[in-house]
C-alpha cells in the first residue's frame, strides 16, 4: 500500500487551482445580477469595462432668473485704473520713440500709453 496520499482518480478537478478567487466570485455576481435585473426598466446602469457603474443620469439646475441691470442703482466706478508711474511719465519723447523702436513696438491711435521698461512700476497695489 502507498503512504502518499494520491488524488482520487475520476474526480477531474483540482481544488487548489480551480476554486472561485473572490475578484472571479464578484464578477460572476455581477453577471447573474444583471441577467436577473435586465428586465427592470426604472434605473438603467451603464457598466464600465470594471464593472462598476457609470452614473447616467444628471442632476437638473433650475435656471438662474434674468436681471434687468436698467433697473438696479450701482454705486459709481472708475473705470481709468492706470495710473502711470512717474519713472514711465518721466520719459522724454524721444525716450519713448526709441524704445517702441528698439523693442519693436507698434500702436496706432490717440492717448496710446507710453512703454515700459520694467514690470515693478507696473505693479498696482490696492489698499
Not at 11 to 39: P, V
Not at 57 to 84: C, M, Q, R
Not at 90 to 116: A, C, M, N, Q, W
Request: glycine share 4%; proline share 6%.
Amino acid at each position: 500500500m502507498n503512504t502518499e496520499a494520491e488524488p482520487e482518480i475520476g474526480k477531474g478537478r483540482r481544488d487548489d487551482i480551480e476554486e472561485e478567487d473572490a475578484q472571479e466570485s464578484y464578477f460572476n455576481f455581477l453577471e447573474e445580477y444583471k441577467a436577473k435585473h435586465e428586465d427592470d426598466n426604472e434605473d438603467v446602469y451603464e457598466y464600465d469595462e470594471d464593472g462598476n457603474i457609470m452614473w447616467t443620469w444628471k442632476k437638473v439646475i433650475d435656471p438662474l432668473t434674468g436681471i434687468d441691470h436698467t433697473n438696479v442703482d450701482y454705486k459709481p466706478f472708475d473705470k481709468d485704473l492706470y495710473a502711470e508711474h512717474e519713472e514711465i511719465a518721466g520719459l522724454s519723447p524721444r525716450e519713448v520713440f526709441e524704445l517702441r523702436s528698439k523693442l519693436d513696438i507698434r500702436v496706432y491711435g490717440s492717448d496710446v500709453p507710453r512703454p515700459v521698461r520694467r514690470y515693478a512700476p507696473c505693479l498696482l497695489v490696492i489698499l
